[in-house]
Nanobody, 122 residues
Framework: QVQLVESGGGLVQAGGSLRLSCAAS????????MGWFRQAPGKEREFVAAIDRRGDRIYYADSVKGRFTISRDNAKNTVYLQMNSLKPEDTATYYCAAHLTYGLRTTGYDYWGQGTQVTVSS
């Protein structure tokens, strides 16, 4: 079973950048497809980005396409979310998640981190 710990959240002005990290512990990190999700106060959790086991395929929500970049380093058991051109509407708690199925997923993840807060001021 993989355990996930997010870091890198914080307060940033609109137009700024943040880089989130998600460190995984447990065996066979490269066996997991990974994703980032976010949840704003009073809203449902939403999909942000996904990356497959080897990092060959990537998928983004339309709301972040062109601004966010997901990547992974299997040697470091870490997945990243580089967030540029941040907007106030990006304010949320960001979660990383893992699944054991092949390919990309926007739902149906098996393991979740505890989340890291991102606040974008206008």
């Amino acid at each position: 079973q993989v355990q996930l710990v997010e870091s890198g959240g914080g307060l940033v002005q609109a137009g700024g950048s943040l880089r989130l990290s998600c460190a995984a512990s447990g065996p066979s990190f490269s066996s997991y497809g990974m994703g980032w999700f976010r949840q704003a106060p009073g809203k449902e959790r939403e999909f942000v980005a996904a990356i497959d086991r080897r990092g060959d395929r990537i998928y983004y929500a339309d709301s972040v396409k062109g601004r966010f970049t997901i990547s992974r380093d299997n040697a470091k058991n870490t997945v990243y979310l580089q967030m540029n051109s941040l907007k106030p509407e990006d304010t949320a708690t960001y979660y990383c998640a893992a699944h054991l199925t092949y390919g990309l997923r926007t739902t149906g993840y098996d393991y979740w981190g505890q989340g890291t807060q991102v606040t974008v001021s206008s």
